[in-house]
């Protein structure tokens, strides 16, 4: 089943996403930290040092947003990320971001689609996506796109949404994702759809085990996940 963010309008789902992306955009790094209680901030520190042994030297994110997960990435010490996503109001949000935190020259934001990437086979060292590939239309084409542009032997670390399997995980996280999370985000941003869309969009989307298998299925291997905060979250590892 494909969640859209806005029911009542045409469009297909990438298309939608981004225009609810520019929608939020500039209530977007407010709303992420307050929503989360700043776990965000953690989940995607320990995301990045599982690059550590690695040491990366360039490095793709994917769905980068604002280009929090990005800018995380410098602690590896890379000489340079990339950072694609199909918002540009977002982007620019980026973009003020590093320019004011003088990073602009070590982290470079595209506009570009996360399933069809401008970019040549073997390329990365490495590939991140934190709270991205949930919204991709096409998942299996997103993460084999993801893989072609991984050098033979880089990683792909991923960060999403998971579901809590455990009481009473499971139904705080429910009550809160379902009533709390969107009356928060529609009276921050303004926006109804897109803090509805986030419930939903994490209900229908594979994780665990099932995202591993599409992780292999696409040709990653030596897969692991590792759940964070009570399986709130997850981190997926996967290597070309």
């Known amino acids: 089943m494909t969640v859209v963010p806005y029911k009542d309008k045409e469009g297909g789902?990438?298309?939608?996403?981004?225009?609810?992306?520019?929608?939020?955009?500039?209530?977007?790094?407010?709303?992420?930290?307050?929503?989360?209680?700043g776990i965000d901030i953690i989940w995607r520190k320990k995301a990045v040092s599982l690059l550590k042994k690695d040491q990366?030297?360039?490095?793709?994110?994917?769905?980068t947003g604002t280009g929090d997960f990005a800018i995380e990435a410098l602690a590896l010490n890379p000489d340079k990320v990339i950072g694609v996503?199909?918002?540009?109001?977002?982007?620019?949000?980026?973009?003020?971001?590093?320019?004011?935190?003088?990073?602009?020259?070590?982290?470079?934001?595209?506009l570009g689609d996360s399933e069809k990437l401008l970019f040549k086979e073997n390329k990365f060292?490495?590939?991140?996506?934190?709270?991205?590939?949930?919204?991709?239309?096409?998942?299996?084409?997103?993460?084999?796109?993801?893989?072609?542009?991984?050098?033979?032997?880089?990683?792909?670390?991923?960060v999403e949404f998971s579901k809590p399997k455990k009481f009473p995980m499971k139904q705080a996280y429910n009550f809160y994702f379902k009533y709390i999370l969107p009356k928060i985000g529609k009276v921050v941003s303004k926006d109804n759809a897109a803090y509805t869309y986030l419930p939903e969009s994490v209900q229908v989307f594979p994780d665990g085990k099932d995202f591993l298998?599409?992780?292999?299925?696409?040709?990653?291997?030596?897969?692991?996940?590792?759940?964070?905060?009570?399986?709130?979250?997850?981190?997926?590892?996967?290597?070309?």
């Open 125 to 158: 060292d490495a590939v991140i996506v934190s709270f991205g590939v949930r919204n991709f239309e096409n998942l299996e084409k997103g993460l084999a796109d993801m893989r072609r542009v991984l050098k033979p032997g880089g990683k792909t670390v991923i």
């Open 213 to 240: 298998d599409i992780l292999e299925r696409v040709g990653f291997k030596n897969t692991t996940c590792t759940p964070l905060t009570f399986g709130i979250s997850s981190i997926y590892v996967g290597e070309k």
């Open 56 to 63: 990366p030297k360039l490095i793709l994110d994917i769905a």
């Open 85 to 110: 996503d199909i918002s540009e109001g977002m982007l620019s949000e980026g973009r003020k971001k590093l320019k004011k935190r003088k990073l602009d020259d070590r982290i470079e934001l595209q």
């Open 13 to 37: 789902k990438k298309e939608q996403v981004a225009d609810m992306f520019n929608n939020i955009s500039k209530k977007y790094d407010l709303l992420n930290h307050v929503l989360s209680l």
